[in-house]
């Protein structure tokens, strides 16, 4: 089962920029889909993005971060990074990544707009906090 450890949050001013990382023990993360979530006080999980396996290699950013938001594989270091521009207070959250194997890409479009697939495994978040 993979285990999945995300880094890099911390307090940063509005106007700035993150990277957070995702990284594995045990498993190639190149092998898995990657979804990037976030919760923030008060609100409900809400899904960023994700990024297919490599052998599929397609990538889905929700349309509330679309333009600020990247989602890139690192191989070399095992991680699948999420980098955010812009921020403001209102991005201010735990964000989790999550990973799941299976056949097709990371998210699915239907009627009213494209959603992450369900994924199984999950880091236990980093916390955002953006204020000046």
């Known amino acids: 089962q993979v285990q999945l450890v995300e880094s890099g949050g911390g307090h940063v001013q509005p106007g700035g920029s993150l990277r957070l990382s995702c990284a594995a023990s045990g498993s190639s993360l190149d092998e898995y889909h990657i979804g990037w979530f976030r919760q923030a006080p008060g609100k409900e999980r809400e899904g960023l993005g994700c990024?297919?396996?490599?052998?599929?290699?397609?990538?889905y950013l929700a349309n509330s971060v679309k333009g600020r938001v990247s989602i890139v594989r690192d191989n070399a270091k095992n991680t699948v990074n999420l980098e955010i521009d812009s921020l403001n207070p209102e991005d201010t959250a735990v964000y989790y990544c999550?990973?799941?194997?299976?056949?097709?890409?990371?998210?699915?479009?239907?009627?009213?707009?494209?959603?992450?697939?369900?994924?199984?495994?999950w880091g236990r978040g980093t916390a955002v906090k953006v204020s000046s």
């Open positions: 999550a990973a799941d194997r299976f056949n097709g890409d990371c998210y699915y479009c239907a009627d009213h707009g494209c959603y992450l697939r369900r994924l199984q495994h």
């Open positions: 990024i297919s396996d490599s052998r599929v290699g397609t990538t």
